[in-house]
């Protein structure tokens, strides 16, 4: 690959973390389409969106260049950030400009499927999913209208699990367990209920994975 220009690396560098979502001039951006590092969204914004590659390239660092210094989660007034529910912040952005930020992440991680897998799926989990679990399964719970968990606000939130590609979510209603598993299934996720061990079998949780077929 071409050498990025310092400029180049600056836009790759202050891609939003979670959708990839990029900022530059028209030029700048069509470079880098070029390089297969980005693309373009074909619907209304026609927003610029990083790649695969474009991600490790932000994530790795450019062949031959110093890898970028490791940052710290992206916090609402950093950037989009899928609600985890594990937030301890009040959140900066609500209501109607919240739901148009969710819109468009989602749009941009449906665009990705699009693009990266290999027989153009929408409906099923790219790689990129499955590298990042617990913010893609966020943002699927919140593209569908699943309430996160926040200060003094019940919802549901999203864990890591040791499992190898699998999450936890936890909801403190059944109903609402139910609503995050129906919502994780219609996004491509495959979900299975279980019963906390540590709760006697009265509190359960949804163990969800990125579909593959």
């Given amino acids: 690959m071409k050498p990025l220009t310092a400029a180049q690396r600056r836009i790759v ?26 693309f373009r969204h074909p619907r209304p914004p026609h927003a610029w969106f990083l790649t695969p590659a474009g991600h490790r390239v932000r ?10 210094e490791p940052s710290p989660a992206p916090t609402a007034s ?15 952005v609500e209501g ?50 699943c309430r996160p968990a926040g200060p003094g606000t019940e919802g549901y939130r999203v864990d890591a699990t040791p ?19 129906a919502a994780l299934e219609r996004a491509g996720w495959q979900v299975s209920e279980h019963a906390e061990p540590r709760a006697g079998g009265r509190s359960r949780y949804v163990l969800a994975s990125p579909r593959r077929k």
């Fill in 59 to 68: 994530e790795e660092g450019t062949p031959g260049a110093a890898a970028p």
């Fill in 163 to 181: 499992q190898p590609e699998a999450v936890a979510v936890r909801e403190p209603t059944q109903e609402g367990l139910r609503a995050c598993g």
């Fill in 96 to 145: 109607p400009a919240r739901a148009r930020e969710v819109r468009s992440a989602w749009e941009g991680l449906v665009e990705l499927r699009r693009m990266t897998n290999a027989d153009g799926a929408r409906d099923r989990p790219c790689a990129w999913e499955r590298t990042h679990l617990v913010r893609a399964a966020a943002l699927a719970l919140e593209a569908a209208g």
């Fill in 78 to 92: 950093e950037g989009f950030a899928a609600r985890t529910g594990a937030e301890t912040a009040p959140h900066a």
């Fill in 13 to 38: 560098e202050a891609a939003d973390p979670e959708t990839g979502r990029l900022s530059g001039t028209e030029a700048q951006l069509t470079a880098l389409v070029r390089a297969r590092l980005a």
